[in-house]
């Protein structure tokens, strides 16, 4: 089997980071609007654009910060970025269809 790409090993991460009141990894949660490799001199920067599902999220910091130690991890990385964006506001639109599946809206 090839080995993963490093944008996959990425996601990979992403989906073992969970909002702790909600029991989906924000991936599926369509908590993550892009993740990108970067390359610098020294390694890698990924840069990843992320929101909550509202602005007042109680667990914001939390996650964030799972996702940057979480990240940090993977080989070649010298530097994680998060970039919050709120447009477009997150809804129940971006959830995955396993995430449907698992908060029993489907």
Known sequence: MPEKTLEEQVWEQLRLCYDYEIPVNIADLGLIYGAKVLDLASG???VIQMTFTSPMCPMADTIKKDV???IATLPDVKKVTI???WDPPWD???LSEAA???LGLL
């Open 44 to 46: 890698k920067e990924v």
């Open 68 to 70: 940057e130690r979480r």
């Open 83 to 85: 970039e919050i964006v």
């Open 92 to 94: 129940q639109t971006r």
């Open 100 to 102: 449907k599946l698992q």
